[in-house]
């Protein structure tokens, strides 16, 4: 048995509605499958991106785990990027915040960053010379 890849992450919101505009701007498609919660209002949105169409879901907080912390931490999952610091400058403008700064991670060409997006959840982008070898870049 082995971990095969990635397949969906879920972001936690308040107002799925509105988390799901702010995706659809960052990523410039719209979610490809919505479901409300019992009182109507969308309890859930899910986006399929990059190479491997893997899966971004937003989720209404109000089906978080129970003691599922308030603030932004524990893991942290980077989203591959070819232009670090041209990602990091477009979710500062659309409003998320600086959670770690660009950062090199040795000497190989790894650099990671992360910001919180406006739904309290952390978002990392990196540059991986390993996702490049597999994928290819769109520089």
């Given amino acids: 048995m082995n971990l095969r890849g990635f397949a969906t992450i879920n972001y936690w919101a308040d107002d799925v509605a509105a988390a799901a505009a702010w995706y659809t701007e960052l990523l410039g498609v719209e ?7 019992p009182d109507g209002a969308p309890a859930y949105a899910e986006f399929r991106i990059g190479d491997n ?5 937003l989720v209404s907080r109000a089906f978080a785990p ?10 942290l ?3 591959h990027v070819d232009d670090l610091e ?3 400058a477009r979710l500062l403008e659309l409003g998320a915040t600086e959670f770690q700064p660009v950062t090199a991670r040795g000497d190989l ?8 997006d406006p739904f309290g959840n952390v978002l990392g982008v990196m540059y991986n010379p390993h996702y490049v070898e597999q994928f290819g870049s769109r520089r």
Wanted: proline share 14%; hydrophobic share 40%.
């Fill in 77 to 79: 999952m980077y989203w």
């Fill in 53 to 57: 169409e893997a899966e971004l879901g």
């Fill in 66 to 75: 129970p003691g599922l912390p308030a603030e932004p931490g524990g893991a």
């Fill in 86 to 88: 041209g990602m990091v």
């Fill in 109 to 116: 060409g790894f650099v990671t960053a992360s910001v919180v």
């Fill in 31 to 37: 979610p490809y499958f919505q479901r409300p919660g």
